[in-house]
């Protein structure tokens, strides 16, 4: 709490959505972030990408979200941001009275230089935020599992199209041995779902997906904060 308050006045102490002085997220621009998920799709979509879920378009408030968490470490809105990937999480939980199983969350890692120079991981920190925000509302176990990690070097995805991006990314992430041999021990039925910041060509996620199924681990979904909408019209061919 006194590391967020102290990042909050080095970033100047203002709402990142309206600029008005105060919070990092003013009540006004709160009450305007999403509370139901809704199902996406990139497009064009990776092959075999299970379904998707985010809680809105990445653009306006929540870009300016998930930026001032990201590069600048605004830490005080890790909450409101685990609020959207919670509403992106709910499609895939089970309705009331069902019998629940076990969910586990598993992060997009981040490279370790990436982490060490943020200073952070902020889709790990957004993660057991929502995690906790959902064990409190659906009363069901939600738990944060870090299984992937990231392999190789990922060039750049500045500039990159959706297949020039899947190539850049095939092989790059792996499900750590540790954690494995615990998710198989437990013996007790799990929906793994994978969660990260933003949607964009679906190349980072499906290549989640991809190692965690070559290990044996199932995916059920993937929940994102936001997604970025098509910018450029499918052409009929
Ligand atoms: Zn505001």
Known sequence: MVRDTWLDLVHGGCCVGCGRAGRSLCRACAARLPTRGRPTRPTPCPPGLVACSTAGEYDGLLRALVLAH???????????????????????????????????????????????????????????????????????????????????????????????RRRNREGTLAVRPGPRAALARTGVPVRVLVVDDVLTTGATVREAQRALEVSGVPVAGVATVAATRRRLPVRAE
């Open 70 to 164: 990201k590069e600048q470490a605004v830490l005080a809105l890790a909450g409101p941001l685990a609020g959207c990937l919670a509403v992106a999480l709910e499609p895939f939980l089970d309705p009331a009275g069902r019998a629940p199983v076990r969910t586990l969350l598993v992060p997009v890692p981040s490279p370790r230089h990436v982490v060490r120079g943020r200073g952070h991981d902020p889709v790990l920190r957004v993660a057991r935020r929502a995690a906790a925000r959902l064990r409190r509302t659906s009363g069901g176990v939600v738990e944060v599992a870090p299984l992937l990690t990231t392999r190789l070097p990922v060039a750049d995805q500045a500039g990159l199209d959706s297949g020039a």
